[in-house]
């Protein structure tokens, strides 16, 4: 399977607990982006790698919030101090510089209690 | 003004049909708009993409209209696995989604 992978599928946690995701994308897409999505609405941006470097990150990304490609390859998304608000799923895509064509992965559905 | 609005829906069609479904954007600046389909708790999976004036693959044709600042998406001969959230999104780097239209595919 060469398409976008999430690991886990699926997280419960307690309010309080850190949580960590992985996205790994498609193997020659050098962008990697990570939305989040509630119920009944689209996906939300929350942050963008081009290789390595984190070119943006939106305003929904608070300090608890934080992501890295160390490599330029696969991306990690951790949130610390979980609330219940975090509950969503968490998206992750990737596409070429050009054309721009964002690729999803199968989501990490948190679910924070 | 929202970035990217769309009709929530449901549009409830007979299969066969043709449907079609507008979404309207704020950003003038955006080059790129796309067309996802979103199944039940599944992630979107990408429909079609459109940069310039418009873009059609088979049974389905997307419509930039930059003046009016809206996309559109027509989908004909309607099938029951058309059923679906279409979002609808734009933007050069980051996506801006719609919160999506639901589509029903009535036997």
Do not use: I, L
């Given at each position: 399977d060469t398409g976008v992978s999430q690991n886990p599928r699926h997280k419960i946690t307690k309010r309080g607990q850190n949580v960590t995701f992985r996205c790994d994308p498609i193997s020659e897409h050098n962008r990697l982006y990570w939305y989040r999505q509630t119920l009944g609405q689209g996906p939300e941006f929350l942050t963008y790698f081009q290789n390595e470097a984190q070119l943006e990150k939106s305003r929904l990304l608070s300090d608890r919030f934080s992501a890295e490609r160390p490599k330029g390859s696969f991306s990690t998304l951790e949130i610390q101090r979980?609330?219940?608000?975090?509950?969503a799923m968490y998206l992750c895509a990737s596409s070429l510089d050009t054309p721009y064509e964002q690729y999803f992965g199968p989501g990490t559905r948190l679910t924070v209690t | 003004r929202k970035e990217v609005e769309q009709d929530p829906g449901p549009f409830n069609v007979p299969e066969g049909a043709t449907v079609a479904f507008n979404c309207t954007y704020s950003n003038s600046a955006s080059q790129s708009f796309f067309w996802y389909r979103q199944d039940c708790r599944k992630e979107p999976k990408l429909l079609m993409s459109v940069y310039s004036s418009g873009n059609e693959d088979g049974r389905f044709t997307a419509q930039l209209n930059r003046a009016s600042q809206y996309i559109s998406l027509l989908i004909r001969d309607s099938k029951l696995s058309d059923s679906a959230t279409y979002l609808c999104g734009g933007g050069d780097d980051k996506i801006i989604f719609g919160k999506g239209t639901r589509l029903h595919i009535l036997p």
């Open positions: 979980t609330e219940q608000g975090d509950s | -």
